[in-house]
């Protein structure tokens, strides 16, 4: 009896505020059944009681925090995926988001099977002053045993307060001996800008990716193009790297636009269902170059504030578009402070580029029937002029002025990925050669690939092509329709010429396997920087941004409406 009144208190105790607060709050404006807030306080009275003869009554017991957590996120879902509830557990994972910035010790991991491995080594983090390098094997940390642990829980073991330690066990996978590690933790910058370089054939136009829009990137950014501008003052033209970039804070996407436009000039302007949250947003500081030749470079992956970037861009003429269609996310983010550190994420209103063009892709407004949010259809995508009268359209991304096709990976290319075999090798490969050129630079050789095929020849990198995939669902249907006795033979000779030859596939997809087993190479020697460099050398996005830079005619051109 003691137990159950224990419960009872606390329940009570629990949904106190919100009961006090609904009380207090709503029931002041609460007036009648038609009111809206007679509504919200009466489901909140409803949730409240729910929630206490849970507490109370369920016949196992239940943890509040987590039942509020499920509560919550499923009610937001309803809504779009960028309003989340944060709880004060998740603080650290937000902060590393709108900062780029975290405790821990600069590694990612990586699971195979049971066992746990270290990923990506961060330059000049705790982790490579300790020794660690992409391959290790992680066998416990202080003194708790790893395998079998999900990632998330790895990483709430390995983050935490700069300055503090935590004892790893590692197998060093050059040396293969097992020894402890010490690592202090510290607060880990993941930079915005990873990279930046001259490039072409005279080396004479300046490249930045930008990987994130976190506080002090758009800084980041011109120190970037300055750094570049003084080894090269006689710039031909600049390349702004957008890909696979989800965005983040709108006022860095304004500062960066800056970088290219004269102050005063609108970049966005927001609306929402509350005045307040009209704004527009301008330029207020110097330009840094508003001439010079200008690419950005964007795919699906390129959202919010990037899509600001490029659209603004698109918009003023200023500067062309190159790759795939963006993703489409048109809506603005704030976070509201609630109680016990908690913190909610919403949309509060939707933005426009300069034309007065709204990218936002899906309509989350309006649902099917089963629940699905889907695209804007193209008869409401609306049409607007840039400035010098160049015809762009609302409700899908932004449409690059020049298309390059984004190919899809084969198979046997992921396979080779999932299954982890093009990090395994680079391991190997990193054992066996103490340097390698330039990032830039670096490639293997066909003997190298030869050794590379033939160490896989033992290896079960098994995959189903999508025909077989097809065929494999045409038997089943054929089966249950009792079809496929009568068909029998006919299914298995056409089984026997769809069936791939994985040595075959190896050889066909040669270039592309290459490609990505040079790009994991670079990374043991040259960490992310590395990555970007060498992969550049195959870029067809680049490429193509190279060469309009160098024909003034087609690149001024683009940025004039097409004659009728």
Request: aromatic letters at 10%.
């Amino acid at each position: 009896m003691t137990h159950i009144i224990n419960k009872i208190k606390k329940a009570r105790g629990f949904i106190a505020g919100i009961i006090i607060s609904a009380t207090v709050f709503f029931f002041i404006h609460a007036k009648t059944a038609d009111d809206p807030y007679f509504e919200i306080s009466k489901n909140l009275d409803i949730y409240a009681d729910l929630f206490k003869e849970l507490n109370t009554y369920y016949v196992d017991p239940i943890e509040p925090g987590k039942l509020v957590k499920t509560g919550v996120d499923a009610m937001l879902e309803d809504l779009d995926p960028y309003t989340n509830y944060i709880t004060e557990a998740d603080i650290e994972d937000y902060r590393f988001m709108t900062t780029g910035k975290y405790g821990g010790i600069g590694a990612s991991m990586r699971k195979k099977g049971e066992d746990i491995y270290i990923g990506d080594v961060y330059e000049n983090s705790p982790a490579q002053k300790a020794g660690l390098h992409p391959g290790d094997m992680v066998q416990s940390i202080d003194n708790q045993e790893v395998s079998g642990k999900t990632i998330d829980d790895l990483s709430s073991l390995l983050k935490g307060t700069p300055g503090t330690q935590i004892s790893m066990r590692i197998k060093d996978a050059y040396t293969n001996t097992v020894s402890q590690k010490l690592v202090t933790r510290g607060e880990i910058e993941i930079s915005s800008v990873p990279y930046f370089s001259l490039i072409g054939t005279d080396n004479n136009i300046a490249y930045v990716r930008l990987t994130q829009f976190t506080q002090g990137c758009a800084r980041q950014v011109k120190d970037a193009f300055d750094s570049l501008k003084r080894v090269q003052p006689a710039l031909k033209g600049a390349v702004l790297d957008l890909r696979n970039n989800p965005g983040g804070l709108l006022d860095e996407a304004v500062s960066i636009c800056n970088m290219f436009v004269d102050r005063g000039q609108l970049v966005v302007s927001t609306k929402g269902k509350i005045p307040e949250m009209d704004k527009e947003y301008k330029t207020l500081g110097n330009v840094w170059d508003k001439d010079i030749p200008l690419t950005v470079l964007v795919n699906h992956s390129s959202a919010s504030a990037s899509e600001i970037v490029a659209g603004t861009m698109q918009d003023l003429d200023r500067g062309v578009i190159i790759g795939e269609r963006s993703y489409g996310k048109g809506l603005v983010q704030v976070v509201r402070q609630l109680g016990f550190n908690a913190k909610l994420k919403l949309t509060i209103a939707r933005y426009y580029t300069p034309s007065g063009r709204c990218i936002q892709a899906i309509d989350y407004a309006h649902r099917n029937l089963d629940g699905v949010a889907g695209f804007v259809p193209d008869s409401l995508k609306l049409a607007y002029k840039t400035k010098t009268g160049r015809t762009v359209k609302s409700g899908g991304g932004v449409m690059p002025d020049v298309m390059v096709k984004d190919e899809a990976m084969s198979m046997i290319a992921t396979a080779l990925y999932t299954k982890n075999y093009l990090f395994d090798y680079a391991t190997e490969y990193a054992r066996q050669h103490p340097t390698i050129a330039t990032a830039s630079k670096f490639t293997i050789t066909d003997a190298e690939f030869n050794q590379f095929a033939k160490w896989l020849e033992n290896k079960d990198y098994s995959y189903k092509t999508e025909t077989e995939t097809g065929l494999d669902s045409l038997k089943r249907t054929a089966e249950r329709e009792n079809y496929y006795e009568a068909s029998k033979e006919e299914f298995e000779v056409l089984k026997s010429k769809l069936s791939h030859d994985k040595k075959q596939d190896l050889l066909k997809h040669k270039e592309e396997v290459k490609h990505l087993l040079e790009n994991e190479i670079a990374s043991r020697y040259y960490f992310t920087r590395g990555r970007i460099a060498q992969n550049l050398q195959y870029d067809k996005d680049l490429d193509k941004a190279l060469a309009l830079i160098t024909k003034p005619a087609e690149y001024n051109a683009l940025l004039k409406p097409v004659k009728k």
